[in-house]
């Protein structure tokens, strides 16, 4: 069965950066583009950024363009997402999705505070 598992969340002050990754399995990873979303606390899932099957396209929402960055390793089925110049406005819940199909991972707590 498909699996995510997302990790690399935790805590960091404003300007700080961490890295995302999210582990798949169950499906044909590099035949899918992948995507990042967010949900902050008392919001609606959003999405962050998607990057295609090959990596050869990526595109992002305008609140991190600039900041974050989404990559994947295909040999490794993992999809990243590197993020700097953190804002407490990024504190939310961070989820990997499968392309245009409903599997999601767990999500990984991302909070930024000083």
């Known amino acids: 069965q498909v699996q995510l598992v997302e990790s690399g969340g935790g805590l960091v002050q404003p300007g700080g950066s961490l890295r995302l990754s999210c582990l798949a399995s169950?499906?044909?990873?590099?035949?899918?583009?992948m995507n990042w979303y967010r949900q902050p606390p008392g919001k609606e899932r959003e999405l962050v950024a998607v990057?295609?099957?090959?990596?050869?396209?990526?595109n992002y929402a305008d609140s991190v363009k600039g900041r974050f960055t989404i990559s994947r390793d295909n040999a490794k089925n993992t999809v990243f997402l590197q993020m700097n110049s953190l804002k407490p406005e990024d504190t939310a819940v961070y989820y990997c999705?499968?392309?245009?199909?409903?599997?999601w991972g767990q999500g990984t707590q991302v909070t930024v505070s000083s």
């Open positions: 999705k499968v392309g245009n199909r409903n599997y």
């Open positions: 169950g499906f044909t990873f590099s035949t899918y583009a």
């Open positions: 990057i295609t099957s090959t990596g050869g396209l990526t």
